[in-house]
């Protein structure tokens, strides 16, 4: 009879295994670097299941008691993230990964062979490495979770996949010290709370794994945009030199030419600077001679190169929060809203049009 808890863990699991499948045939997903990913997702799902008694007398239970795929999760995390920064791993590296799977699946092979043999040598031999099977795994896969954490620290990645290999990196460790934990005050519990951890886990990785891959997936595609866009540097006209011009016309041309609005961080104070002006100064001319806010005058140049994007074809394989920051919107939302609010429908009714 399956307990409500397990059925509440099987479904963490399957979770867990759909997102990872997801990650390997999706054609949005799919790339070589989210293999690592899946594969370690995988790992998990079958940790979890393993733990909470959900493969018990099953092949896979048999498989995974030979196997020690434990101390593989972190390691394809590893190489997920050094794939990722497009940084080579040296073969002694993946000697280091793969050493302890190798070496424990060796004894445990041994020690099923030395039960062919005798009884009693196989149960003294589990006594013996018994508190392996806990902290071996927790301790080797904390080292890696430290070493590709130091490794992203140090590159030059983008921000948001720094933040994002921080958090699961943080998330990791607590999982792993909970585990710890639990050793020594589990007396102090009902056993059952225990059983809600694996589908937190669960829960924990797919939401954190399909923010980080969505996110690093609209940072790829911005990119790509930009070099079909390819827009070229032009060079900045000083307003003093163009009497024929209004000052806020003059304003209107050079954000046109020069598109600094596609600069998320552009403000006020970047646009004083490129005139030789105050930014009270620009906040003047723009209220009375366009009529118009600072914020609004950028989002509506942005609103306009979204437009010319959205019917581009060209631009028809990315996606709306990828062309959304391309043209300066730090966040799917804003882009969205504002968008709205200039344009009357959404971006993606536009596009349909």
Known sequence: ????????????????????????????????????????????????????????????????????????????????????????????????????????????????????FSYNTYENLIEQIEPLELYGPILFNSLIIVLFTLKVKRSDSEGAFKKWVYIISIGLIIVMLSFLILEFIEVWFNADFWEYLGMGISLFFIGLTYLGVQRLQVEHERKTIKK???????????????????????????????????????????????????????TRILKEEGQIGFNDFVNRHRIALAKNMLKDERFDIFSLEAIGKEVGFKSRSTFYETFKKEVGISPGAFKKL
């Not at 399956?2 to 979770?15: C, D, N, P, R, T």
């Not at 979890?48 to 999760?73: D, P, Q, S, V």
């Not at 920064?85 to 030395?114: D, H, N, Q, R």
């Not at 163009?242 to 598109?259: A, P, S, V």
């Open 1 to 116: 009879m399956i307990e409500a808890e397990q059925i509440f863990i099987f479904v963490g699991v399957i979770l867990v295994v759909f997102f990872a499948i997801l990650l390997y045939a999706s054609k949005k997903y799919k790339s070589y670097p989210n293999k690592f990913l899946a594969t370690s997702l995988l790992i998990l799902s079958l940790l979890i299941a393993r733990i909470h008694g959900l493969l018990e007398g099953t092949f896979i239970e048999e498989f995974l008691e030979l196997f020690r795929i434990e101390y593989l999760f972190a390691s394809f995390l590893y190489m997920y993230v050094c794939f990722t920064l497009k940084k080579s791993i040296e073969p002694l590296t993946y000697i280091f990964l793969a050493g302890p799977f190798v070496l424990f699946s060796m004894v445990y092979t041994a020690i099923l062979m030395a039960e062919l």
């Open 228 to 282: 079909i866009y390819d827009t070229k540097k032009k060079t900045v006209s000083i307003l003093k030199n163009q009497g024929n011009l209004t000052r806020f016309d003059h304003i209107k041309q050079l954000m046109k030419e020069n598109e600094y609005f596609r600069n998320p961080d552009f403000n006020r104070e970047s646009l004083a600077s490129v005139l030789g002006l105050s930014a009270s100064s620009i």
